[in-house]
């Protein structure tokens, strides 16, 4: 008769594709019962926005659907986000298992609509997350999430006083232009600087959090150095736009982000190429092509995927409504959710092996 030991030894062969170890050896194969020919388990993923679900769904059915006496097979698929590791010197937030900065060589590449679609694209999969804005020159995400109005409520605990971050689109959002006049330009010297970042690091109730995406302000400055020296983080990525063929650019971040010690994940290439909404079968390359394609090569990192230009993508910016949400099936709704998954997979990586 087949037992539990017989049917973890037939699942053992198959491998999460992106640790390439054994879903028996991870622990992701759970709650094994076969009861009258009906074989059920838990499949625990490392992540709800799991690339290759499915992939891996099959290849366990697979595995099993010939065992003596297992008739129908029914697999449950949960996720437990792994904590990122500790490093010396660097003070986590509570509750929150993994950071990932969004940035960018220069400006208006468009690294916060990057930010605000990964972070809600996560969030549409069932993770928990929160957007920290540290782009304090030009704070957009709140009105990208739709909450240009909303106000952060200060309230008294054990830590002192702690921010209550604004909530939209499944996203908990803190930001610098929730505490500034937008229309004021401030001028931030770095000890200030520092001062707001570790503020809106440890001094807000962020809960429990499986992903925190930052929006890091353009370039290689005082922002990206504090963030890197207080917090231990998942990895950065880099978002850049094929005419910024951005490789001078994207080399200084990458170099920065390696002295300082932060993984870069990858890179994303932003208003890759437009199609116009009136002839969908056109494609125009308006910023040249294969740009990011070839920094990523010669930097060394993996290629996230390529975001088109898209109307409905500055539309949702400029409405409150993400694109994802917006225009769940348009094609820049479609790269985001997949880069969105792609930098969640790397992340399990780095916090698994
Ligand atoms: N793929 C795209 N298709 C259409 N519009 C886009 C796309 N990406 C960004 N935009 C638009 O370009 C403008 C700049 O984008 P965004 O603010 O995200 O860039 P940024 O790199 O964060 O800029 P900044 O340096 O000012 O913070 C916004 O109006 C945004 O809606």
Not at 82 to 96: H, L, T
Not at 132 to 159: F, H, T
Not at 321 to 349: D, G, T, Y
């Amino acid at each position: 008769m087949t037992d539990t030991n017989t049917i973890l030894e037939a699942l053992r062969p198959v491998q999460d594709p992106e640790l390439q170890k054994s879903l028996v050896d991870l622990n992701m194969i759970r709650d094994v019962n076969l009861d009258q020919g009906a074989l059920s388990f838990k499949l625990v993923l490392t992540t709800p926005a799991c690339p290759l679900k499915e992939m891996i769904v099959d290849d366990c059915k697979k595995a099993v659907q010939d065992l003596p006496g297992v008739e129908t097979v029914d697999v449950e698929v949960t996720s437990e986000t792994p904590q990122q590791k500790s490093i010396p010197d660097r003070e986590s937030v509570p509750g929150v298992k993994n950071i990932v900065a969004v940035s960018s060589g220069k400006g208006g590449v468009g690294k916060s609509s990057v930010a605000v679609n990964l972070a809600v694209s996560l969030a549409q999969s069932g993770a928990k997350v929160g957007l920290l804005d540290a782009d304090i020159y030009g704070p957009n995400a709140p009105s990208m999430l739709g909450l240009a109005d909303a106000k952060v409520r200060v309230q008294e605990s054990e830590k002192g006083e702690v921010l209550e971050p604004a909530f939209n689109h499944g996203v908990k959002l803190v930001s610098m232009g929730f505490l500034i006049d937008p229309d004021q330009p401030v001028v931030w010297r770095g000890p200030m600087l520092n001062g707001v970042i570790r503020q809106f690091l440890y001094q807000v109730n962020w809960g429990e959090l499986d992903y925190m995406v930052v929006d890091l302000p353009p370039g290689t400055g005082d922002a990206q150095l504090t963030l890197a020296q207080a917090v231990p983080m998942s990895g950065a990525v880099i978002v850049t736009t094929p005419q910024d063929v951005s490789l001078m650019d994207a080399r200084r971040g990458l170099k920065m982000f390696e002295q300082l010690g932060v993984n870069v994940l990858g890179m994303i290439e932003n208003m890759s190429y437009f199609i116009p909404p009136d002839l969908p079968d056109r494609r125009y390359d308006l910023f040249g092509s294969g740009g990011g394609e070839k920094a990523a090569k010669e930097l060394n990192v993996p290629l996230l995927g390529c975001i088109p230009l898209e109307i409905s993508l500055r539309e949702g910016g400029d409405s409150g409504i993400p694109i994802v949400i917006s225009h769940p099936n348009s094609a820049s709704a479609e790269a985001l959710r997949a880069i969105a998954q792609q930098v969640a997979a790397k992340i399990s990586v780095v916090a698994l092996t």
